[in-house]
């Protein structure tokens, strides 16, 4: 069964630090990965997908298929960054997502 | 375009009363499905369409009913209000394979 894994509900981190997302999956197929950004009463929004490797905000993510991860990372953490992130799955039948438990980021001035 | 729209954007109800989440988009998708948000959990599916007439049973559709009579609205239903449904509900479109559009969601509390 697919499942999506975010070990950290909390992260927290000084401004100008570099901070890395964690997440986990396990799916018998090839994956379409995401990360999904939720800012403070806002709706959830498209931070990144691995197909298309491109940086968004200074954030970056890899598929390592050989360790099932794909972690977020900013090598400058900002304090506009303060968020709920999703890691989120594409199922290869349809457009189901399945999420992770996600994490709440914390940017310190 | 207003993307992905929710009505209500809170609402408080008694337990065993029932009501209806609306949701409606404007970009055409096909794809349209229903999550809830709670704590430590993530986001869990609750129903899907891939389309209009089709309705399909995600991760936790226990309480819940759904239809999609037309592309635009996919409207939630829960039958019978519990506590355990007070949680935060988001409405979700796309096209296959594309980035999903969120709506800004529903804040429910069951009492």
């Known amino acids: 069964a697919q499942r999506v894994t975010q070990p950290e509900k909390l992260l927290s981190v000084f401004k100008g630090a570099p901070v890395e997302l964690k997440c986990n999956y396990s799916y018998s197929g090839s994956p379409e990965l995401f990360w999904y950004v939720q800012y403070s009463r806002q709706r959830l929004q498209l931070l990144l997908r691995h197909i298309s490797r491109e940086s968004i905000k200074g954030f970056t993510a890899d598929l390592n298929k050989g360790e099932t991860s794909f972690h977020l990372k900013k090598p400058f953490a900002q304090e506009e960054d303060s968020a709920m992130y999703y890691c989120a799955l594409r199922h290869t039948s349809g457009s189901r997502l399945t999420f992770g438990e996600g994490t709440q980021l914390t940017v310190n001035p | 375009n207003a993307g992905v729209t929710q009505t209500p954007k809170f609402q408080v109800l008694k337990t065993g009363q029932s009501m209806t989440l609306q949701c409606a988009q404007d970009m055409n998708h096909e794809y349209m499905s229903w999550y809830r948000q709670d704590p430590g959990m993530g986001l869990r599916l609750i129903h899907y369409?891939?389309?209009?007439?089709?309705?399909d049973q995600g991760e936790v559709p226990n309480g819940y009913n759904v239809s999609r009579s037309t592309t635009e609205d996919f409207p939630l239903r829960l039958l019978s209000a519990a506590p355990s449904q007070t949680s935060v509900y988001f409405c979700?479109?796309?096209?296959?394979?594309?980035?999903?559009?969120f709506g800004q969601g529903t804040r429910l509390t069951v009492v």
């Open positions: 979700a479109s796309s096209y296959d394979n594309s980035e999903a559009f």
């Open positions: 369409s891939v389309g209009a007439g089709i309705t």
